[in-house]
């Protein structure tokens, strides 16, 4: 989306006291740097022999950004891939430019990869990554409230739903039984700690084989850390309109080498993928029925007609979100074809005792000679 750029002088001047040195050149952020967030826009900037991104907040509160920000100062000192808030010579992260909040990022030299695209040394490294930030984030002792509990997903629903059109007659039956069954079981009392909250594979920056970033720490929370690794299973392992038991196998044993998962995680496994694919289908349908064209918006999905026009415009791409996470909420739910029963049986059977006892043994044995 074309964006109002300042000038080199202009982003100069907003930029004074970050020691940047001068400003060479000022363009738009490249797309995973700068998703479609209303109020928000993202400059790529080259100084010096650096490059970075600036972002400039206009609509949320000041104390959200601030909460994102401290979070990611955290997992940087702690190792983590995730994009690094500058300070200015005040040791200052925010500064105030108008009525915009602004944030200086390094800029990260990676590209993201479509999801068909991905090999298996990506999805093991995505997985594995997931796991550390889930055990680094032990160590945060800072409480960030979840935006996307399931009460305020059931609640965002009530609030479009006798807005949609008669046609999605079918599309609400499948939400209003999805959200009755979920209210019933899912399960929080599961291992909770920082989550990502937003798992993507828009916002996952690669080089070559690594990964060298995780982008788009706004929904980040305090959550059940099996919802995340959900979500990233939504993202990566979903191919070609049904699930690929490989990816999902794969993603798995990248997270377990770095921490194993419960039982009771096993357990919540199929309806923390349905949470997951009902709360992107519901964010992304909640964007386009609140839009002032929405009744043309919605009667694209209907009648299928979905990134005919221009597929890198950000209605379009939030058409195709909907679609592509109602497609998997409709496979988890067995009202279509696509892989599930396979993923199911892994889950049923992947926990692994002989694994979970070991490293409870090691724990013992650790302790033990610890307090010798």
């Not at 929080?188 to 937003?198: M, S």
């Not at 990233?232 to 490989?246: R, T």
């Not at 694994?355 to 409870?360: E, N």
């Amino acid at each position: 989306m074309q964006q109002n750029l300042p000038d080199k002088k202009a982003m100069a001047e907003m930029l004074d006291g970050y020691g940047f040195g001068r400003i060479q050149s000022v363009a738009e952020a490249p797309q995973p740097w700068s998703p479609d967030t209303s109020g928000r826009r993202d400059v790529l900037v080259a100084a010096g022999r650096r490059k970075y991104i600036v972002r400039f907040e206009a609509a949320r509160p000041e104390v959200d950004l601030r909460r994102e920000v401290d979070l990611q100062i955290f997992l940087n000192k702690n190792g983590f891939p995730c994009p690094q808030p500058l300070p200015d010579r005040n040791s200052r992260h925010l500064k105030s430019v108008g009525d915009e909040v602004v944030v200086a990022y390094r800029h990260i030299d990676g590209r993201v990869r479509n999801s068909e695209d991905l090999t298996t040394a990506h999805i093991e490294n995505i997985g594995r990554s997931l796991a550390e930030l889930h055990v680094i984030g032990k160590g945060y002792k800072k409480g960030i409230d979840s935006r996307f509990s399931y009460a305020r997903v059931a609640e965002s629903y009530g609030q479009i739903r006798d807005r949609l059109p008669p046609y999605f007659k079918k599309i609400k039956r499948t939400f209003d039984e999805e959200v009755e069954y979920l209210g019933g079981y899912l399960e929080g009392k599961l291992p909770k700690g920082v989550i990502h909250g937003e798992m993507l594979d828009e916002g996952i920056l690669l080089k070559g084989e690594r990964l060298v970033g995780i982008l788009n720490f706004g929904a980040a929370c305090r959550g059940k850390l099996i919802y995340d690794l959900a979500c990233a299973i939504n993202a990566v392992c979903f191919i070609n309109g049904e699930y690929d038991l490989k990816r999902f196998e794969t993603l798995i044993s990248g997270y377990e080498q770095v921490r194993t998962l419960s039982l009771a995680e096993w357990d919540a496994f199929p309806n923390e993928l349905r949470f997951s694919a009902l709360r992107f289908s519901i964010a992304f349908l909640v964007d386009l029925a609140r839009r002032p064209d929405a009744e043309d918006c919605l009667a694209t999905i209907t009648e299928e007609r979905v990134g005919e026009k221009n597929p890198e415009a950000p209605v379009t791409r939030k058409m195709i979100g909907f679609e592509k996470y109602l497609a998997r909420l409709q496979i988890l739910r067995r009202e279509r074809d696509g892989g599930m029963e396979p993923l199911l049986l892994a889950m049923a059977t992947g926990y692994d005792y002989r694994r979970y006892q070991k490293v409870k043994a090691t724990t013992r044995a650790a302790k033990a000679a610890k307090s010798s």
